[in-house]
């Protein structure tokens, strides 16, 4: 296993497709943007729904901040756009199938591996990590966190 990425740490590389298959390289928003990456476990599952749709209500504060955000899970892309679709999602979803980029970025799993975990990254307009959340037990409590980070 990769050593998990700590505050501190630059933003692993990587290129995914999003809901529509479009190719997303993250480092087209580093120094542009400061970027929220939040891996979950899987579209349509109670505690993945409520974190995205908080995402969602919270999605304009977080382009205020100069903030873009993306939630990345293990999904196809076709699951990703229903779940956009069902739930009115206005960020993009990225499909990191092979957990590839999942496993760059050292996110854990639960329950013995079985379950992949849920865990958010921020990081400032460099690329460099300045928040780390892992949320698996509950899907809410670090995104009014993610946004005071952003905020400084």
Known sequence: ?????????????????????KMVDINEFIGKKKLVLFFYPKDNTPGCTKEACEFRDRY?????????????????????????????????????????????????????????????????EKGICIGIFNSQLDPLGHIDAALKLVQK
């Open 60 to 124: 304009a504060d977080f382009l205020d901040l100069g903030t873009e955000v993306f939630g990345i899970s293990s999904d196809s892309e076709s699951s990703h756009i229903d779940f956009k679709k069902k739930h009115s999602l206005p960020y993009s979803l990225l499909s990191d199938a092979k957990k590839s980029v999942r496993k760059s970025f050292g996110v854990p799993g639960n329950l013995f591996g079985l379950i992949p975990g849920r865990v958010t990254y921020i990081f400032n």
């Open 1 to 21: 296993m990769t050593k998990p990425i700590q505050i501190g740490d630059s933003c692993p590389s990587f290129i995914l497709p999003d809901q529509t298959g």
